[in-house]
């Protein structure tokens, strides 16, 4: 497995920018897809974005066109460029790894979570 750890969360503005990182350890030199996901309170967690080792990437409808999601496999970092952000937008984020090629975007087929991280968008 791989360790994650989240950061770059914070308050931001209805409309505004904001970058999340997610630093990946331990079993870095595997072939693996990193994926966001994200919980507002009393929902389940839900799909955000996510890439394969070589740049494929997928993408929940709610976020296509405003979130960017990028990986720098050198140093074993995930991001995701959340712009033209929405109150809707607010909850915890979650990094999440799994070995292979595939892009899923199930809770499930992810085995490696980080912490979270808070994201609140105020309006």
């Known amino acids: 497995q791989v360790q994650l750890v989240e950061s770059g969360g914070g308050l931001v503005q209805a409309g505004g920018s904001l970058r999340l990182s997610c630093a990946a350890s331990?079993?870095?030199?595997?072939?693996?897809?990193m994926g966001w996901f994200r919980q507002a309170p009393g929902k389940e967690r839900d799909f955000v974005a996510a890439i394969s080792w070589s740049g494929s990437k997928n993408y929940a409808d709610s976020v296509k066109g405003r979130f960017t999601v990028s990986r720098d496999n050198a140093k074993n970092t995930m991001y995701l460029d959340m712009n033209s952000v929405k109150a809707e937008d607010t909850a915890v984020y979650y990094c999440?790894?799994?070995?292979?090629?595939?892009?899923?975007?199930?809770?499930?087929?992810?085995?490696?979570w980080g912490q979270g991280t808070q994201v609140t968008v105020s309006s």
């Open positions: 331990g079993r870095t030199s595997a072939v693996y897809t």
């Open positions: 999440a790894a799994r070995f292979g090629w595939t892009v899923p975007s199930t809770v499930q087929e992810y085995n490696s």
